[in-house]
């Protein structure tokens, strides 16, 4: 095997290790009789669950046999749209609340006084606004990933080294010339922290939403399992949750290694200093 081969290999088994520690403690307290295998079935009994849903071959999820994809595929558009909303918004009115001294002082106050209200605190009012579709769910995701994107960014421009913002002053770049090729690089690195922040917030807000406002996807799985006590497929939702949350974080990392792709040299240097 070759070096990279091993290196691979002892990633892999550093990723899963905890990961299998927790399903075998969870295995062996399921079978133990501690508690009600109604209430906690054990692995073997969610994955069963988990099959049929996905793959529909022996319909032990009933109604949800074999419709797993559409409705991952429910919850992942209506993150994708609320998110990208967020995103866009909250680095954009970021950048200009940490540059320009007047926007901090018009809209900051205003922004600080919502940031602490709940998001979940909006369900009625997104319900009235919206309905019962799909567009409450995309504001609830938009609240969630709003307020980490806004905050981390207005940080990293306010944090941006002023020597270079100076020096490329000195060198006559314009303002917005500082704010594109010095200010915004500068600021990237917490951008993609309050990024990875927000993914988690807006999986997070697209189950609530999907439990009381909208009638498809994981989240309703979920809390409709719940009412036919059917814990094997609420455990499934809940992982099927979190691998999803863990792949769009995954690529959010990605994009991220891509655009910082000049901080790696430095940092392999600082180590190996």
């Not at 995701?141 to 306010?158: C, D, Q, S």
């Not at 770049?173 to 690089?185: M, S, Y």
């Amino acid at each position: 095997m070759t070096a990279i081969g091993k290196i691979w290999e002892r990633v892999a088994w550093e990723r899963a290790v905890v990961p299998l520690v927790i399903l075998v403690a969870w295995e062996a307290v399921s079978r133990s009789g501690l508690l009600p295998a109604a209430l906690l079935p054990p692995p073997t009994v969610v994955l069963h669950a988990w099959g049929d849903w996905v793959f529909g071959f022996d319909e032990t999820a009933q109604a949800n046999s074999g419709r797993w994809f559409a409705d991952a595929l429910s919850s992942a558009m209506r993150v994708a749209a609320g998110y990208a909303i967020a995103a866009a918004s909250g680095i954009l009115l970021g950048i200009a609340i940490g540059w320009w001294r007047w926007v901090e002082r018009t809209v900051e106050p205003t922004i600080q006084m919502l940031r602490p209200v709940p998001p979940v605190s909006w369900i009625p009012v997104a319900i009235i606004w919206f309905g019962i579709a799909n567009k409450p769910a995309i504001f609830l995701v938009f609240l969630g990933a709003f307020f980490p994107i806004l905050m981390n960014t207005i940080h990293g421009v306010k944090t941006a080294d002023r020597n270079l913002i100076r020096a490329a002053a000195m060198m006559g770049a314009t303002e917005q010339q500082l704010l594109r090729h010095v200010v915004f690089p500068a600021a990237l690195p917490s951008i993609f922290a309050g990024l990875r922040i927000g993914i988690g917030a807006a999986w997070m807000l697209t189950v609530t939403a999907e439990m009381v406002a909208v009638k498809s996807g994981l989240g309703y799985v979920l809390w409709d399992s719940y009412y036919f006590l059917r814990y094997d497929l609420v455990l499934a939702a809940m992982a099927s949750i979190g691998l999803l949350g863990y792949a769009t974080d995954g690529l959010i990392k990605l994009l991220m290694s891509v655009a910082l792709h000049w901080q790696h040299g430095s940092t392999l240097q600082s180590r190996e200093g």
